[in-house]
């Protein structure tokens, strides 16, 4: 097993991040959803490896085979482990790929640490640019939404887990493209995560402005949303990143619910090869 050491010690000890490494070529950085791991990539590591790139696929502190601290799960905090990892492996020319939550540590990212290391960025399903209900984005979501979260994973946080598996595909609707054995491995990692860090995470992707950080995108970015998705709605997210990122290209997938990367694996990895590509 594989890991890096951070070295931000703002929250006390350094914490060491498992990834996994495969392939040759220009590098492609993979940053997981909540409250997965660097496992939801399987359907597409093997495709961009073949396709004659270098795949790194980490997981957030709190999460997977990481450590998991007590604290450290802002973005800033977040945004420095990926400058870790990409210091540490000593890459350039870098793609960062962040898949919902992930898709935060990009933005933060580029805002925070710029594209000297980074040639493109891909943000899918992704909660940026700001998902709160405030006077300025009044298309956001009411803060008791994120509240409630919270409130369910405190009193069971299994049963949450399960049900946010079923709105995380949108199951009722994609039977046909997802199995139930494939949403109980999804609950299962999620259940092997830090329950400290699924709830601090809830205020992070939650609370979170991004849009600054979008301003700062200077490289070609790849954003894909579903325009079905009921965990983050593409009408605050994948659309108004559009708006505000100038170099993007934008695709919907019909009828893809937030977890498109598996019910909708064949038309995303289409679309993700052709930018990496490109």
Sequence with gaps: MSYIETKNEEHGSKVKLFYEDHGEGQPVILIHGWPL?????????????????????????????????????????????????????GLSNTIIIGFSMGGGEVARFIGKYGTANVSKAALIS???????????????????????????????????????????YN??????????????????????????????????????????????FDVPTLIVHGDDDEIVPIDIAGKKSKDLIKDNTFEIIEGAPHGLIMTHKKEFNEILLRFLKK
């Excluded at 399987?42 to 601290?69: H, L, M, N, T």
């Design 126 to 168: 992704a909660v940026p640019p700001f998902m709160l209900k405030t006077d300025d984005n009044p298309d956001g979501l009411d803060k008791e939404v994120f509240e409630g979260f919270k409130e369910e994973i405190r009193k069971d946080r299994a049963g949450f887990l399960a049900g946010f598996g079923d709105k995380f």
């Design 171 to 216: 199951y009722d609707k994609n039977k046909d493209r997802v199995s139930k054995d494939q949403k109980h491995f999804d609950w299962s990692i999620a259940c092997r995560a830090s329950s400290k860090a699924t709830l601090d995470c809830v205020d992070s992707f939650g609370l979170t402005d991004f849009r600054e950080d979008l301003k700062n």
């Design 37 to 89: 791991s660097h496992k939801m990539w399987e359907y597409q590591v093997e495709k961009i490896v073949d396709a004659g790139f270098r795949c790194i696929s980490y997981d957030r502190r709190g999460f997977g085979d990481s450590d998991k601290p007590w604290e450290g799960y802002d973005y800033d905090t977040l945004a420095s482990d990926l400058n870790d990892i990409i210091t540490a492996l």
